[in-house]
């Protein structure tokens, strides 16, 4: 099974709203990172976290950190038509050089 | 830089025949990986080389080979392919083994009919 859960799978709000996107994973990590996919096309870092960090900033983009929950969340403020987008969660476990993927959320931005 | 290359971008295959994906990075990078994706199943992790010579399964690693004799390249094989295996390939690399940022290829579809 898959390390990362993400929640909501699909998201949908106006232009200008915040988006918020949850993930959850089962071990313990070195650190997560969050990836966008636009449609058709391969993978985009956004930010990572590392374990003994609870939360990141990038831009619009906010990244909080729970290890004692095994979660994280991304915050996308003032969200735009352009970051129509699926977002993955993704995990270095502990004492490995794996990244493991979630299976994503899917995000649209109406104008 | 290019980045990472992949080809081919689409390929369609029949039950049993072989092929290789070709994946290639011109940053130097240690770490290569090779992904596939599903609808609705994210990227699992299939093979990985944590430098030329050294690789190692991934999540899916059952049909798939792969070999790493230059840093630059990390090909993929399908020896007798299965409409199973029917996905989107992608390519990642990254400087290290725990270092940071990785970095995608553009995709490689193949189906399997």
């Known amino acids: 099974s898959q390390q990362g859960e993400e929640d909501p799978q699909a998201l949908s709000i106006q232009e200008g709203e915040n988006a918020t996107m949850n993930c959850s994973y089962k071990t313990s990590i070195n650190n997560l990172q969050w990836y966008r996919q636009n449609s058709g096309r391969g993978l985009v870092h956004l930010i990572l976290i590392r374990s003994n960090e609870r939360e990141k900033h990038s831009g619009r983009l906010r990244v909080t950190l729970d290890t004692s929950k095994k979660s994280s969340s991304l915050l996308i403020t003032a969200s735009r038509a352009a970051d129509t987008a699926s977002y993955f969660c993704a995990t270095v476990p502990s004492n490995t050089g794996k990244l493991i993927f979630g299976q994503g959320t899917t995000l649209q931005v109406k104008p | 830089n290019a980045g990472v290359t992949q080809t081919p971008k689409f390929q369609v295959l029949k039950t049993g025949q072989s092929m290789t994906l070709q994946c290639a990075q011109d940053?130097?990078?240690?770490?290569m990986s090779w992904y596939r994706q599903d609808p609705g199943m994210g990227l699992r992790l299939i093979h990985y080389s944590v430098g030329a010579g050294i690789t190692d399964q991934g999540e899916v690693p059952n049909g798939y080979n792969v070999s790493r004799s230059t840093t630059e390249d990390f090909p993929l094989r399908l020896l007798s392919a299965a409409p199973s295996q029917t996905s989107v390939y992608f390519c990642a690399s990254r400087p290290g083994w725990q270092t940071d940022t990785q970095y995608f290829g553009p995709g490689t579809r193949l189906t399997v009919l």
């Open positions: 940053m130097n990078h240690e770490y």
